[in-house]
């Protein structure tokens, strides 16, 4: 038998094809969609466990070209992927084995919440492909958008500052805040002395004249 009439067996009346794109888009690492596979023995190792060849996967499995809907999914899916991947990188940066041990519960956070988000956008981007399968319109996805700070650089995703433009906005964010901080600091210093010295008129005349309370009174007060 075809992998192809295996296909159709275990699809349950969707197509071969929107079939393999819902395992695509499962919150599972890429090998797990494609090892589930009947009939596995078609498909090299590369295939298998390198979400770069969906596509020929896609081709084997359903015996026919993948749609341009399959091909704009597996575009978005892995624009998204190589975003997870560079989140992973700088999440763990330069840090050593030890390092790593003693912050492992910040770093799996982390990891974690980008593994998720890299989740969600595969299922925002599986309902698109979905919605494409059943009206027969491919709607064009604009990408390469531009930073909007340099607007030169390309940003990924939902991002919408370049990784340069984001960390000087971030220091420049930082530094105004230490400034803020700083004169408002600055200003309670300035008014305790004052508040120190004003005196209730009321109660001046109850503060002997010999007193030492009476020499740090500014003249004008009485």
């Not at 009947?38 to 295939?47: F, K």
């Not at 993948?66 to 560079?86: G, I, M």
Request: charged share 30%.
């Amino acid at each position: 038998m075809s992998t192809r009439g295996v296909a159709s067996e275990e699809c349950g009346g969707m197509s071969c094809e929107e079939c393999l794109a819902r395992l695509y888009c499962e919150p599972q690492p890429f090998w797990h969609c494609t090892r589930q596979l009947d009939g596995s023995r078609y498909y090299t190792n590369a295939e298998i466990n390198y979400p770069q060849h969906w596509l020929k996967v896609v081709a084997k499995y359903t015996e026919q070209e993948p749609s341009a809907a399959a091909r704009q999914l597996h575009s978005r899916v892995e624009a998204a992927r190589a975003e997870f991947k560079a989140k992973q990188e700088k999440i763990y940066g330069e840090r050593t084995l030890y390092a790593i041990s003693r912050n492992r519960r910040a770093i799996h956070a982390k990891e974690d919440a980008a593994w998720n988000t890299f989740n969600a956008q595969k299922q925002a981007y599986l309902r698109d492909y979905l919605k494409t399968i059943a009206s027969g319109v491919v709607r064009r996805i604009r990408t390469g958008r531009k930073c909007k700070q340099c607007y030169s650089a390309k940003v990924p995703g939902r991002a919408r500052y370049c990784d340069l433009c984001a960390k000087q906005r971030q220091r420049d964010s930082l530094r105004d805040s230490r400034k803020r901080k700083r004169q408002k600091r600055l200003l309670g210093d300035i008014s305790s002395p004052l508040e120190a010295v004003q005196i209730n008129p009321l109660t001046a005349g109850l503060i002997p004249k010999n007193s030492p309370l009476a020499t740090t009174i500014p003249e004008g007060v009485f």
